[in-house]
């Protein structure tokens, strides 16, 4: 029995397997392309599936699709005069919140402010090259990230996250 042991711990030993999370293949520079100061116009050049969600005039939101191969998102772009003034992103819930978090810490440094309500934690960093991000985590077995917005600091613009708010039911 000793001698079997043995070898099966060998063995487990030998493989050395490695588990790397759902999102390790997500970098900041999927989004870069979606940034808020970009023209549209390249970026439909580049992702030419898209939807026109929302059109008031001269501002525009448009949603795109990226597909990769554990996940795909939804990237809801705020356009005004074929400027992208803000970038809002639902992101998967098997994506990790510590790394998802660490990858934006390592872009923009500490977050300005934190709140923490119950199991849910909100995350702001002010005026990072001219955009304010947010930043939306939740917990409940795991932690995982539920949203990013990336605004403009542009005033003459309501955030989308602004607008979201809005459109929501009033109970």
């Not at 001269?58 to 597909?67: A, H, V």
């Not at 795909?72 to 998967?92: A, E, G, H």
């Not at 005026?127 to 539920?146: A, E, K, L, Q, V």
């Not at 955030?159 to 708010?165: C, G, S």
């Amino acid at each position: 029995m000793p001698l079997i042991f043995n070898y099966l711990f060998s063995f487990i030993f030998l493989i050395r397997a490695e588990i790397t999370p759902p999102n390790y293949d997500f970098t900041m520079k999927s989004i870069e392309n979606f940034m808020p100061g970009k023209n549209i116009e390249e970026i439909k050049k580049q992702n030419p599936k898209f939807e026109i969600f929302a059109d008031n005039g001269d501002q525009k939101i448009l949603q795109f699709k990226l597909k990769r191969s554990n996940y795909s998102l939804d990237v809801y772009t705020q356009v005004k005069k074929d400027i992208v003034t803000d970038l809002f992103i639902r992101l998967p819930q098997h994506f990790l919140h510590d790394i998802f978090l660490g990858d934006l810490q390592k872009k923009w440094n500490k977050q300005d402010r934190f709140v923490r309500h119950d199991r849910s934690a909100i995350y702001v960093w002010l005026n990072r090259d001219n955009t304010n991000i947010i930043y939306h985590g939740s917990c409940s077995i795991t932690c995982f990230p539920m949203f990013l917005e990336i605004a403009s600091t542009d005033k003459s613009v309501i955030p989308m996250y602004v607008k979201l708010n809005l459109a929501l039911p009033k109970w």
